[in-house]
């Protein structure tokens, strides 16, 4: 089968197209062949700390989706031809979260990812995908929906009439906006492009601000809701945004802490969280339990994700390439 894989190329690490082995499944074991992958923020970091932390060599990227194509014995869940998706972390199958899941997280330093025609995983891993979603849409759900799912609805608790603050329009930002509006919140997105924002408008978004031309723009979110602030923040940025977040977040509001898009940097003044009591929920991604119930309420809602470009698997570089852009609105697809 093709794979890529994350190779040294002169002062660079990039993901190069290679040969590598078909090899069958073992007890307990699927292997499915794949049809789509998708990109996230943290394939960023992976690729570019890939020196340094030893996912140099690894099979990148942690999003896809395909048809089960060979089962290993004791398996029961999965027959040939059916649809499943990859679950982020391999082996976080339900319950609280345990450190020692990290590792399992799928196209990290540790464990091989998705970038590639054939994968293998235990039968547990693996989630049916919904019935109405096309397979390229199916790869965008298991980082990015996930995340929102759990920050918004599982952790987050968000609920109708409630109000949601968005920082961007990325994947996991546009899966909390489609959330938000199924479940009759307010949306309030941020973007730094007024075209971002009118698209963002069309998907239900009410008070819309450019952060460029207000870049006090936690001012702005106080005065649209009244002094009120929002009952969960879904804190994308870092450094750069978290001080104003934590400014707008509303008595007994939460904060979802899930990106770093402004890199690593001085921790915030949490004082406020004290006296409003309100939270920092710390989100990476979710389990499988959590992945089959976000599932259930797709079906229901009949949420379709939002894909901006959809490239070969022969051009997966210039996938990456365009993720660091910045220039898309929602998911970024390799066909495979």
Not at 216 to 227: I, N, Q, S
Request: hydrophobic share 45%; charged share 20%; proline share 5%.
């Amino acid at each position: 089968m093709r794979a890529y894989k994350l190779t040294r190329d002169g002062d660079r690490i990039r993901p190069i197209l290679t040969d590598t082995p078909l090899a069958p499944p073992g007890p307990g074991e699927v292997r499915v062949r794949l049809e789509a992958a998708s990109l996230n923020y943290r394939d960023l970091i992976v690729l570019d700390g890939a020196g340094s932390s030893g996912a140099a060599g690894r099979i990148p990227l942690s999003d896809a989706a395909g048809r089960v194509e060979a089962l290993g014995a004791q398996v029961t869940r999965w027959r040939p031809g059916d649809r499943v998706a990859a679950s982020f972390f391999r082996d976080w199958i339900k319950g609280p979260f345990q450190a020692e899941y990290l590792k399992s997280a799928l196209g990290g330093s540790v464990t091989d990812g998705v970038l590639t025609e054939s994968i293998i995983l235990p039968e547990a891993a693996l989630v049916a995908v919904p019935g109405y979603l096309s397979m390229i849409e199916a790869a965008t759900l298991p980082c990015a929906a996930v995340t929102a799912w759990q920050a918004l609805i599982t952790r987050g608790g968000l609920a109708a009439g409630g109000t949601l603050l968005v920082q961007g329009t990325g994947g996991v930002a546009l899966f909390a906006l489609q959330f938000a509006r199924s479940m009759g919140a307010r949306a309030i997105v941020l973007s730094s492009s007024d075209a971002k924002l009118d698209r963002a408008r069309e998907m239900g978004a009410s008070i819309l601000i450019n952060y460029r031309r207000v870049p006090e723009w936690d001012k702005a979110v106080l005065e649209a809701t009244e002094g009120k602030g929002v009952d969960c923040v879904l804190e994308l940025g870092g450094p750069d945004t978290y001080d104003r977040s934590v400014r707008v977040v509303a008595a007994g509001g939460k904060i979802a802490q899930i990106g770093v898009l402004t890199g690593f940097g001085p921790q915030p003044n949490l004082g406020r969280l004290q006296s409003m009591n309100a939270d920092i929920l710390g989100i990476t991604v979710g389990s499988v339990a959590h992945f089959e119930a976000m599932n259930h309420y797709l079906e229901e809602k009949r949420i379709t994700p939002v894909i901006d470009r959809i490239f070969d698997f022969e051009d997966a570089a210039d996938a990456y390439d365009y993720l660091r852009s910045g220039a898309h609105f929602g998911k970024i697809v390799v066909r495979i």
